[in-house]
């Protein structure tokens, strides 16, 4: 609400102006013109048949709330733009006549195109809320916006450029390598920056290495780099770059460290080669490189020791915005609402087939006003974590890729005290949540009970849920623990990020069910890897998707100072799980790591410090005409491979 004073001859009168949810003061004339112009049409009724409305302009002024000279360039806008028709009345006591042209539908949809197609997409869709806007036209604009998000051919003065256009309802935290931790941040990383090494097809092979040899007693790792590798400033890449790219980590705080927490010192041998010199043996040490975190930047020679510490934690994941990759796109724009990726014509591995890649970030509440029509759709869309349900009559110009892709979890909180330190409230609370009955109630893209982190109840032994028993004889065995346990009615808070809020409340729901008193906290993304959030949480309810699917993402899982495994794990299971990773990190013998694996979650799952809950699916649907499209492990699509038809 805005309070203004409005001169009306000599005297001044407050008025309180409320303004439409869609106006912003910054929008500019024409967004305070739509809104007159609603005003307007709301005051005189609906007049579409061209019926002249005889009103005189010190009428309008009240109306609008504005002077008699305001009201006139008002009038003159509106007919400019074709919305009425202005007859002025001529002679004392001959009154105007105002004859409305365009529905308020029609305007306002009009004005949404406009705004949408200059990138203001979340005002436009805002725009398709108000009260005068008919459902019949909310329906056009959604078409018409699938549209807008969609591949399509611009020409600039050398050439034609191949664009695409997503939705994604999902917040960047960081674009940096550093601090990465998320699976959408991750993926678009891979796109900016490259690793040594990559993981295909269960295996290491080589990427901006070519190659490398391993000492006898596995301490020194020789690695040579290929030549004519450039950043996206055009300059080579050398082993110098790679030892500052990691020695960065530590300098910068990264809470990846645990990474060089296995090497002693980085070696320069020559332009092109470098040895890693390791304190202990790391039979993992070539699959790590291959982690996201171990990308190899361009640092900017202002970034030293000097300039780092000035940053304060917040700036420093801003600071991506100054790095550079050798990727095969780099960042050529980034606001809050848009990041436009362009091809890198020069990546050693070939261009992509796309000129340029925009992603606009839609608030995570749009995905629902976002679903358009039958027969309506984007040509592509990677849908996460929402199921994407097809129209028959569309499934033979669409193709849908579903996969299981990754697992919610809950972690209990041991490193502090309070009423989870007490196991019979854990062994409560994991009877009470059937996963077959969450799954059932809340559908979607749930597959039914995860039975473990990385198993699924292969190989171990502990019940991760009580099979064979009925809803009632689980509930009445979780109440019977909670009256047994410490619990004294305090209330835990399932903290979270936005997008688990259905399963979150689902869960909240059950604790109340068995007498626990529980509270959802919903927090950013990027607040979520605070370190303080993480220890002020009695629970996190979250989904893992691994950057590199093999045993160094689970030594992640464990390691990592912000996962949330890990850092609720109480003091005796951190020592636990540190002397298995110990022993672990140093077999040479697959099978064996793998009973280690093994030995570590059932330890925690035992322990209940971790509830497996669902396994989840990932879909990607596309047009037929869309080639290249497949998902990559964290459940995007690989951009680079894309082209159309």
């Excluded at 611009?154 to 940096?176: F, G, N, Q, S």
């Excluded at 979250?542 to 850092?567: G, N, Q």
């Excluded at 140093?586 to 410090?609: K, W």
């Excluded at 499209?629 to 894309?642: K, M, T």
Aim: proline share 4%; net charge negative; charged share 25%.
């Amino acid at each position: 609400m805005f309070i203004l004073t409005i001169e009306r001859g000599s005297k001044s009168e407050i008025v309180r102006l409320f303004i439409s949810p869609f106006i912003d003061v910054r929008m500019g004339s024409i967004m305070q013109l739509v809104w007159h112009y609603l005003k307007l049409y709301s005051r005189l009724g609906d007049r579409t048949d061209h019926e002249p409305v005889a009103i005189a302009l010190p009428d309008l002024a009240g109306m609008l709330f504005c002077t008699e000279r305001n009201v006139k360039l008002i009038v003159r806008k509106m007919t400019e733009a074709g919305w009425i028709d202005w007859i002025p009345g001529r002679g004392r006591g001959n009154s105007s006549r105002l004859v409305f042209l365009r529905s308020a539908d029609e305007v306002v949809l009009e004005e949404a195109k406009s705004i949408a197609g200059k990138g203001r997409l979340a005002e436009a869709l805002e725009m398709m809320r108000v009260e005068e806007m008919g459902e019949a036209q909310r329906q056009q604009f959604l078409r018409w916006m699938s549209g807008y998000f969609c591949y399509s051919v611009e020409t600039d003065e050398r050439r034609e450029l191949d664009i695409l256009r997503l939705p994604v309802y999902k917040a960047v935290d960081t674009l940096d390598p550093g601090y990465v931790f998320y699976a959408f941040d991750t993926h678009l990383v891979k796109q900016l920056f490259d690793t040594l090494f990559k993981y295909e097809n269960d295996r290491v092979i080589p990427h901006l290495a070519y190659s490398w040899e391993e000492s006898e007693n596995g301490l020194a790792w020789s690695v040579r780099l290929r030549k004519g590798v450039r950043f996206h400033n055009g300059e080579e890449m050398t082993a110098e770059h790679v030892k500052r790219s990691f020695e960065r980590l530590k300098r910068v705080g990264s809470p990846h460290t645990w990474q060089l927490d296995h090497i002693h010192d980085i070696d320069i041998a020559g332009r092109y080669k470098l040895v890693f010199h390791l304190r202990t043996r790391n039979v993992l040490f070539l699959e790590m490189l291959c982690f996201s975190p171990s990308s190899i930047v361009y640092t900017p020679a202002f970034e030293n020791d000097a300039f780092i510490e000035t940053l304060s934690a917040e700036n420093r994941v801003d600071e991506a915005m100054t790095l550079l990759g050798t990727g095969p796109f780099r960042l050529a724009r980034r606001t809050d609402r848009v990041i436009s990726l362009e091809a890198n014509d020069n990546y050693f591995k070939g261009r992509p087939h796309l000129d340029r890649v925009d992603l606009w970030l839609l608030p995570e509440s749009m995905e629902r006003t976002m679903e358009v029509p039958k027969g309506a759709g984007s040509p592509m869309e990677i849908n996460h974590p929402t199921t994407i349900e097809i129209p028959e009559e569309d499934n033979g110009s669409r193709t849908v890729h579903s996969v299981e892709l990754g697992r919610s979890l809950i972690t209990c909180n041991l490193s502090r005290p309070g009423p989870l330190q007490d196991k019979k409230l854990r062994y409560a609370i994991d009877v009470c949540l059937d996963r077959e009955r969450m799954t059932a109630e809340l559908g979607d893209n749930r597959l039914g009970a995860a039975l473990g982190l990385m198993f699924n109840g292969e190989g171990l032994t502990t019940d991760v849920v009580i099979t064979g028993r009925s809803v009632a004889e689980r509930l009445a065995l979780a109440k019977q623990w909670v009256a047994e346990s410490s619990y004294d009615g305090e209330t835990l808070g399932i903290f979270l990020c936005r997008k688990q809020s259905a399963d979150a409340f689902w869960v909240r729901d059950r604790l109340v069910e068995i007498g626990v008193k529980a509270e959802v906290v919903n927090y950013s993304v990027r607040e979520m890897t605070q370190p303080s959030v993480i220890a002020a949480a009695d629970m996190i309810l979250y989904e893992i998707c691994m950057d590199v699917p093999t045993e160094p993402s689970w030594v992640e899982l464990y390691e990592l100072s912000i996962s949330f495994v890990r850092a609720h794990m109480s003091p005796q299971l951190v020592e636990a799980t540190g002397h298995d990773m110990r022993m672990l990190l140093a077999e040479t013998d697959s099978a064996e790591r793998m009973r280690l694996f093994r030995r570590i979650e059932e330890r925690l799952i035992a322990e209940r410090q971790v509830l497996p809950m669902l396994r989840k699916m990932q879909s990607m649907v596309h047009d037929d005409n869309i080639k290249g499209a497949s998902f990559n492990s964290l459940g995007w699509a690989d951009l680079p491979n894309i082209w159309f038809d």
